[in-house]
């Protein structure tokens, strides 16, 4: 069988999945590379696979594992590897997926234990890197406030390496309508601050019950506005000498702490 091109319509239909437009009118957005190919056919959310002839002779297994599965999987030629993928090099392997983020009341009816929640997180390499980290230390989900990045842009989708497929994921348009259901729910809100009055070391206390964490923009921090809605402002004590630390680090510090907390043997 001849590789499809870049001209054929089923390929045509999944680049235009580049575009947010697209994405949100068919409910469907790309998954690019093995780590979140394979963990979006371990949660059966591909409807269709493409791959390149490089990537057959790379990922033969996940290719003969998506077809067992009954996965559409389509060659097709480089160059249309090449629209489909988004990175420079293009790794010939692609899956179009069903949309993974759920509703908040799914999220928070779950009985989460960690909620992690970015507030107008814009960047969507971050938001990648974060939904890893909340995924590698057992966070229960992530709830996108505000006006956010789509978790779906595929950006994000590599920054998480395949987490997003792990890790339940909300998105909340209005922050205020967001923290009063976080909070209704008896979860206690915490929020990153410079200035905040208790300091990380000292919180150990705070994650015996449940616990959202709020991170700030990337570019803005935390809104005061929103800061001041917390239960507490934790400042993570910075022992050297640089004046900040970044979105991603700051939540796998946090995180981690209150995970070395909740799983405390």
Known sequence: MDP??????RVVSAVKLHRSVARRKNGLFLAEGANSVAAALDTGRVRELFYSTGAAVREHEL???????????????DRAAQHLGETVTAPGLVAVCELIDVPLD??????????????????????GTL??????????????AGETVDPHNGKCVRASAGSLFHVPIARSRDVAETLDAIAAVGITILATAADGEVDLDDADGLFAGPVAWLFGNEAHGLDPA????ADHRIRIPIRGRAESLNLATAASICLYANSRVRFAK
């Open 226 to 229: 929103v800061a001041d809605r």
């Open 106 to 127: 799914e999220v928070l009816g779950a009985g989460p234990r960690m909620l992690a929640v970015p507030v107008e997180i814009a960047e969507p390499g971050n938001a």
């Open 4 to 9: 499809l091109s870049e001209r054929n319509p």
């Open 131 to 144: 939904i890893r980290v909340a995924d590698a230390v057992g966070v229960d989900g992530v709830v996108l």
């Open 63 to 77: 290719v003969a594992s998506a077809v067992g599965m009954g996965v559409r999987a389509t060659l097709v030629s």
